[in-house]
T-cell receptor
Framework: DQQVKQNSPSLSVQEGRISILNCDYTNSMFDYFLWYKKYPAEGPTFLISISSIKDKNEDGRFTVFLNKSAKHLSLHIVPSQPGDSAVYFCAASALTGNQFYFGTGTSLTVIP | DTGVSQDPRHKITKRGQNVTFRCDPISEHNRLYWYRQTLGQGPEFLTYFQNEAQLEKSRLLSDRFSAERPKGSFSTLEIQRTEQGDSAMYLC?????????????FGPGTRLTVL
């Protein structure tokens, strides 16, 4: 029962362009969402988060958008850089719970 | 390095053997989590500690799995009578005590291969 879904296993983007990674969730109790970035042989690294009281959060080149009615969030990276090439995981949590539910990840390749 | 550390980084064992992994969280973090990640999947929650108390366990955590955090600092995850299906990356994460929401800081993981 996959409560957080990332339907695009991979994405390729030219350097300098925008990368858009998408995530859908099914549990309406989720109210906190995060994006993690993972390089090979390393654990996931926190990137950016958003709570359900907001619909946008920005941190430098990274912006997360949340559409609660559609149960959808997206991560925008502008401009994309080759160092952004990694696997990106979307995660969700409910205030009443302690665990994060992760999507299956999207492998981003930024082409120089 | 003051991040989350895990030991060993790699473990190869034969089916039926017991294995134990260790996690050292960031020192001021009182919350500790164990996850399992298999190929092509995201991390799946196994269990959660707040200080030394194990407050939540996933259905994934069969009775062959046991986790401890005896003094509220480091944690161990033991798998008894390993099976080939236990082959995975075992990730530990920690988060600080303040606030309702906190991102979890992950260690590098222990990759288990069961032959």
């Amino acid at each position: 029962d996959q409560q957080v879904k990332q339907n695009s296993p991979s994405l390729s983007v030219q350097e300098g362009r925008i990368s858009i990674l998408n995530c859908d969730y099914t549990n309406s109790m989720f109210d906190y969402f995060l994006w993690y970035k993972k390089y090979p042989a390393e654990g996931p690294t926190f990137l950016i988060s958003i709570s359900s009281i907001k619909d946008k959060n920005e941190d430098g080149r990274f912006t997360v958008f949340l559409n609660k009615s559609a149960k959808h969030l997206s991560l925008h990276i502008v401009p994309s850089q080759p160092g952004d090439s990694a696997v990106y995981f979307c995660a969700a949590s409910a205030l009443t719970g302690n665990q994060f539910y992760f999507g299956t990840g999207t492998s981003l390749t930024v082409i120089p | 390095d003051t991040g989350v550390s895990q030991d060993p980084r790699h473990k190869i064992t034969k089916r039926g053997q017991n294995v134990t992994f260790r996690c050292d969280p960031i020192s001021e973090h009182n919350r500790l989590y164990w996850y399992r990640q298999t190929l092509g999947q995201g991390p799946e929650f196994l269990t959660y500690f707040q200080n030394e108390a194990q407050l939540e366990k996933s259905r994934l955590l069969s009775d062959r799995f046991s986790a401890e955090r005896p003094k509220g600092s480091f944690s161990t995850l033991e798998i008894q009578r390993t099976e080939q299906g236990d082959s995975a990356m075992y990730l530990c994460a920690s988060s600080p005590p303040s606030g309702s929401y906190n991102e979890q800081f992950f260690g590098p993981g222990t990759r288990l291969t069961v032959l």
